[in-house]
């Protein structure tokens, strides 16, 4: 659990500082100092990778001070020459109270959840992209490059052409593993934790800014940590841990930028610029599903008063242009990405449209069950609409991602795939980011029944009893929030009845262990892609000819000695090649069961070469000393 507490300070305390400074107040500067911690971390290892310095937890901290002290002068100068009226009221004491009780409650189940389908903090992830990032949180930890090509080089090296990929979530991360001493495996799994409750947390922060009654938000609280497609499935499937943690925290995009537009001032202004630009750094999709999420809050706003549009517009534009200034390194490095060499095919269609609108109502992908309860809340929300007031325009976003998710989900048009690139055409991201929208409409269901029983029974009966049996029974009749198939959604990603069967065996793991103890600082290991050894550096701190099972676009020599690596005797290119690497060790899992990846042609029946010496064996992994 210390990993989870260091976690959660890393996530919050940057943030609180800075929206402090800056003036938030209340569950506004809750809910967006993780957004705004972020920033901060985002925008700095780049930066100070730029300039040649390193990111370590102490240039983290003193990033921190500097965005704190820029908030605070902005703050300063706006109340100075634009002094801001005091936000009115909304809720009573115990409203604040029973929707902060609703929230732990919803960050609870989350967990508990989530920690189910772990089985304990410090499970190794078995999906494809996991890898990529246990690797990349060891990198930034181990070397200090923060930069936003940085991470790729554990895979891609030499003269492979460097890839880009936004890095907030591995800089905060390697921030918490360096300061809590814990595991790369269990500080990812301390982050995962935190994603249901954080996507929690900024749903109950967008329903407090856009003034919705306490029930409302406590029920959002709850409906939030409910459907498997929110966060759980991102945690099985990958897992696409930057992705799941931009989806838990876009709604707070709508948040700063409402804030913003009705009060147009430097200090909104700063807070509207880091939360774009934390949603950038976390993924370049991020910043896209913000746009989707909170655009058609502006096309309430402008349907309610046409002339706000050239105000609007104009107030906006400093703040694009700022943003441009500020994250100019990740914007340009993802147009790269996109105009690269690197290869995009999308993800095969999954079924025809109607079968899409289903799953998206009863909040069913590829699982067995729908979730009813769910899904009736919802058509609740729907026949309740007129209700929603200054939260309308969530139903227009529900109908964009919603019918996103069906285009991607049914056509490979090159329409749809042109407009999906951001998300890789993936039907799984745009679920994700559909279910978002349809839990708030779920909690307004919710919300707005408790409101009609309150409106027609006795009024001897409290409203507060009322929206106590709405909410519980909700609980109740799903069995606790799902939080049993929530569960096993992501156990399937993080473990298996038989574990000799999973992509990463324990054997395997206690392979890249021992290797750690037996390297010498700075010498490589040869191992196979597709076997589970690509874990090895995040583990072990050894280096290893491939650092990821993804075969694209490779270095010339991960190429070489992954074909002819076993005429190490016989072939200069070869033996060229582990001179340039220090390549000291041999280290091979069991091989891969799926069709067509067995070990590599060069890895093949090495056991009794003379050019090498076995020094470590269990069931699943043997360990190869080379020998000059």
């Not at 583990?539 to 099972?549: D, K, N, Y």
């Amino acid at each position: 659990m210390l990993s989870v507490c260091v976690a959660i300070v890393v996530i919050a305390v940057p943030g609180l500082l800075t929206g402090l400074a800056a003036g938030l107040r209340g569950w506004a500067l809750a809910g967006l100092a993780p957004l705004l911690s972020y920033a901060i971390g985002g925008l700095t290892g780049p930066w100070t990778a730029a300039v040649g310095w390193s990111f370590t937890p102490v240039t983290y901290a003193v990033s921190t001070v500097v965005f704190a002290a820029i908030a605070y002068g902005v703050r300063k100068l706006t109340v100075r020459r634009w002094a801001p009226e005091p936000e009115p009221g909304l809720w009573a004491r115990r409203g604040h109270i029973a929707v902060g009780a609703c929230l732990l409650f919803g960050a609870a189940v989350g967990f508990y959840a989530t920690l189910r389908g772990l089985g304990h903090i410090g499970a190794l992830p078995q999906g494809f992209d996991a890898v990529y990032h246990g690797n990349a949180v060891r990198y930034i930890a181990d070397t200090g490059d923060g930069s936003l090509f940085g991470t790729g080089h554990v895979n891609w090296y030499g003269n492979a052409a460097p890839v880009f990929y936004p890095n907030a979530y591995h800089l905060l991360a390697a921030t918490t593993y360096r300061l809590s001493g814990a595991s790369i495996p269990a500080t990812l799994d301390a982050n995962t934790l935190l994603l249901p409750g954080l996507l929690a947390l900024s749903l109950v922060t967008l329903v407090r800014e856009f003034r919705g009654r306490a029930v409302l938000a406590g029920a959002v609280a709850l409906t939030a940590v409910a459907p498997v497609v929110g966060v759980y499935e991102s945690m099985d499937r990958g897992p696409l841990l930057p992705f799941a943690l931009g989806v838990a925290l876009t709604p707070l995009a709508a948040v700063a930028l409402r804030r913003y537009l009705e009060r147009v001032a430097p200090d909104t202004g700063f807070v509207l610029l880091l939360a774009a630009v934390g949603l950038l750094c976390i993924h370049s999709s991020t910043l896209f599903g913000g746009i989707l999420f909170a655009g058609p809050m502006l096309v309430q706003r402008w349907l309610s008063g046409w002339r706000r549009i050239g105000r609007d517009l104009l107030a906006l534009l400093p703040i694009a242009v700022a943003s441009l200034l500020v994250a100019w390194l990740q914007l340009f490095g993802a147009l790269g990405l996109a105009t690269g060499d690197v290869p995009y095919y999308g993800w095969p269609s999954e079924w025809r449209a109607s079968t899409a609108l289903g799953a998206l109502l009863g909040f069913q992908h590829y699982e067995a069950h729908p979730q009813v309860w769910l899904s009736v809340a919802l058509f609740l929300g729907i026949v309740f609409f007129a209700r929603a007031g200054a939260l309308r325009w969530i139903g227009l976003t529900a109908g964009v991602t919603g019918l996103a998710y069906m285009a991607v989900a049914s056509s490979n048009a090159p329409i749809v795939m042109a407009l999906s690139r951001p998300w890789w055409d993936d039907p799984y991201r745009f679920f994700s980011m559909a279910a978002i929208p349809l839990c708030v409409l779920a909690a307004h269901g919710l919300a707005s029944t408790q409101a009609w029983l309150r409106d027609h029974l006795p009024a001897r009966v409290p409203a507060v009893a009322v929206a106590v049996v709405v909410l519980l029974g909700f609980v109740a009749l799903s069995n606790g929030l799902y939080f049993r198939s929530n569960g096993a959604r992501v156990y399937t990603g993080y473990q298996a009845a038989d574990p000799s069967k999973l992509r990463v065996t324990p054997g395997e793991q206690a392979a890249m262990e021992e290797l750690g103890k037996l390297a010498a600082p700075g010498e490589w290991a040869m191992n196979d892609r597709f076997d589970g050894t690509a874990w090895t550096y995040a583990l072990s701190g050894v280096r290893t000819v491939a650092g990821h099972f993804d075969e694209t676009l490779l270095p010339r020599d991960a190429l070489l000695l992954a074909d002819r690596f076993r005429d190490y005797r016989t072939d200069p290119e070869v033996r060229a090649a582990v001179q340039r690497l220090n390549i000291h060790w041999v280290i091979l899992g069991k091989p891969s069961t799926e069709p067509g990846k067995p070990y590599q042609p060069g890895l093949v029946g090495l056991a009794g070469e003379p050019f090498l010496k076995e020094t470590w064996r269990n069931s699943d992994a043997v360990i190869y000393r080379l020998l000059p």
